[in-house]
């Protein structure tokens, strides 16, 4: 983000020419940072950390504590080794944030910085009267179209206070406040610019409460969207199936849920056959004043089968599935990793039902996708990413925002790398807005 609306305070938002940059997201879960230095025009990352949230500190909505929060960003700081000063940090939550991409028509910079206020104004979902807005042509527009790309973020003064509050409680500066969407973004164009600079991609980040689905052409935003649909069903899931508490169901989801390798094949098989799949899809329009809004799918049933991998086995099927319906075949006599997808089952149809509806959306625009790349401490989950090819019938890889980039972080073991990288994608992308204009 880079202007502001009202008071004309905006001299935080416009980041500065600076040689090195501290990378912060902060999570409803975990807090993670990324201090990445220019050595010679290519980005070093010298520090990388983790630390959990302070809890009742931040939801789905924002951050509600500075101070815990920026305790533990001074923690974490201090922990990792990170010395840098000046922070680049993202800014997120539905009440906090709004991140929408629109078609406009093609204008010079005075005309559409007029147009873009308009659309600012009539845009503002948020009660607060003072507001920091910004916007940028997202370029790569068809030479030969009459309509360009502009994404727009706008955000209420009291969310930008309170995230300033956070970086100044830990003893840093705030260089930059961005949004999740074009801080992926720029993390795709460095490590990704090889795969995917000609290639759509959807990047799934799922994080603790929310996940966001974010359509890109190479590192150019198409489709930014953001669902209730985190890692913490999951846990919950687990928890109330199998009575547990929900820091042992949390343990139990990473260390040994498994998604069996059938699983996807059914619920591609059941989407396929379900007209309701595809049906309102021309109704869904995100970049709407008023978007479809989410609904949970209601519970899976457990199919009545007594051998899924028999082809003349019967199945127990709900006359009317849901869209994108899991429906599963279940042995019988379950082994604790059958029990553990059964628990989580109706959780992954919401899940799976949100990417494909994003997907079918952009399908229907005239677009296609080629990929989709999982990010976010969510895709930790064992065996998500095989369940999400076999359901969409698109290659599905989990994402590394730490390929190509040279990592000398002293204080950073290889195996912490390796466990954790997945969930450094908006910390990663924000350390590298010193690279990019």
Request: proline fraction near 7%.
């Amino acid at each position: 983000m880079g202007s502001q609306e009202g008071k004309g305070r905006d001299s935080y938002l416009m980041a500065k020419k600076l040689s090195s940059v501290l990378g912060v997201d902060i999570g409803s879960q975990s807090i993670k940072i990324c201090e990445i230095r220019s050595q010679g025009k290519e980005p070093v990352v010298t520090a990388l950390g983790i630390i959990p949230t302070p809890e009742g500190a931040v939801d789905h909505t924002g951050v509600y504590n500075s101070d815990a929060v920026g305790s533990a960003l001074k923690q974490v700081l201090s922990q990792s080794g990170a010395s840098v000063s000046q922070v680049v940090v993202s800014i997120a939550g539905q009440a906090s944030v709004l991140v929408r991409t629109l078609e406009v028509p093609k204008m010079n910079a005075a005309e559409l910085k007029e147009h873009m206020q308009w659309e600012i104004n009539r845009n503002i979902p948020f009660a607060e009267s003072t507001i920091v807005s910004d916007f940028k042509p997202l370029g790569g527009d068809d030479p030969n179209s009459p309509n360009m790309d502009v994404v727009m973020a706008i955000a209420p003064q009291s969310a930008i206070d309170t995230i300033m509050a956070c970086i100044k409680k830990a003893g840093r500066s705030t260089s930059a406040i961005d949004v999740e969407p074009l801080s992926i973004a720029r993390s795709i164009r460095r490590s990704y610019d090889d795969l995917l600079s000609d290639k759509t991609v959807c990047v799934v980040d799922i994080g603790h409460k929310t996940t966001c689905i974010n359509i890109y052409h190479g590192d150019r935003l198409l489709m930014p969207r953001q669902v209730p649909v985190g890692g913490e069903l999951f846990t919950k899931a687990l928890a109330d199936a199998l009575s547990i508490s929900v820091d042992d169901a949390e343990v139990l989801k990473l260390q040994q849920v498994q998604i069996p390798d059938w699983a996807g094949v059914t619920a591609a098989a059941d989407a396929f056959a379900d007209p309701g799949v595809t049906a309102g899809f021309a109704a869904y329009n995100p970049f709407a004043d008023d978007p479809l809004p989410f609904t949970p799918a209601p519970a899976a049933p457990v199919p009545d089968v007594s051998n899924p991998f028999d082809p003349d086995a019967t199945f127990a099927v709900d006359p009317t599935p849901s869209v994108g319906g899991v429906q599963t075949p279940v042995p019988a006599d379950d082994h604790p990793t059958d029990q553990y997808y059964n628990a989580i089952a109706p959780i992954l149809e919401e899940f799976v039902s949100e990417v494909r509806r994003s997907i079918d959306y952009y399908r229907s625009r005239g677009g296609e996708i080629d990929a989709v790349e999982l990010c976010g401490g969510g895709a930790k989950l064992g065996g998500l990413g095989s369940f999400l090819s076999k359901s969409l019938g698109i290659e599905c890889d989990a994402y590394d925002p730490l390929r190509r980039l040279n990592v000398n972080a002293r204080k950073v073991a290889p195996a912490f790398v390796e466990e954790h990288k997945q969930a450094f994608a908006v910390a990663v992308g924000n350390g590298l807005h010193i690279f990019f204009d």
